[in-house]
């Protein structure tokens, strides 16, 4: 891929709001966007999310009205619903973080105590959070944006559309969440809904953006 390919996708894509619901991305496209969420960065490393596919269609008409009647919510091909990590699982020394220091990242002794260490610094020092599950519940939160933007820009690059979307009663989809798909509130909460599928129509109006020198800055 040029460099022109990759800007073009980047100017390709927008918030779409309305969507072709017959037409379906293939399996084989959305396994890629899928992949580029899973192997997105994190602080630590430690992937404080959880992406939830839902297909549902019962289910899509239950989060409409949570979500403000957002058409994208049943239209969109394919709708994912991003978690994240919240509670004693992100707490320095916790079962959750020891084992996936051990199980998945597979450090060396000497490695696991030491980004043990420094996490618990992190925390308690660098970042000032420990003890506030509100704050690391938004720092983990925070996180989960890399991969909804690495997921919606391979969607451009593959020609498929999508829509960020925050506008939603977060308490009512995460009791209908927790309801519905036996999502465990007290170790996860929402952060965001992504929409994915093939425009209905072109953009209105061309994508606008402030120019380099407005927002970049060599010191």
Known sequence: MDKSQILNAYAFRH???A???QKKISD??????LEAGRLSPSSFGFEPWQFLVVQNPALREKILP??????????ASHLIITLHRRGDDLKPGSDYLESFMRDVQKLPDDVHKMIGDFYAYFQNTLFKIAGDDYKVAEWAARQTYLP???MMTTAAMLGIDSCPIEGFVRDDLEALLAAEAGVDLSKFGVAHITAFGYR?????????RRSRDEVVRFI
């Open 28 to 33: 084989a496209d959305f396994d890629v966007i």
């Open 15 to 17: 918030a779409c709001k």
């Open 66 to 75: 949570i979500a403000c009647g957002q058409q994208q919510i049943t239209t």
């Open 19 to 21: 969507f072709v619901s």
């Open 200 to 208: 209905e129509a072109e953009p209105k109006r061309a994508k606008t």
């Open 148 to 150: 909804m933007a690495n």
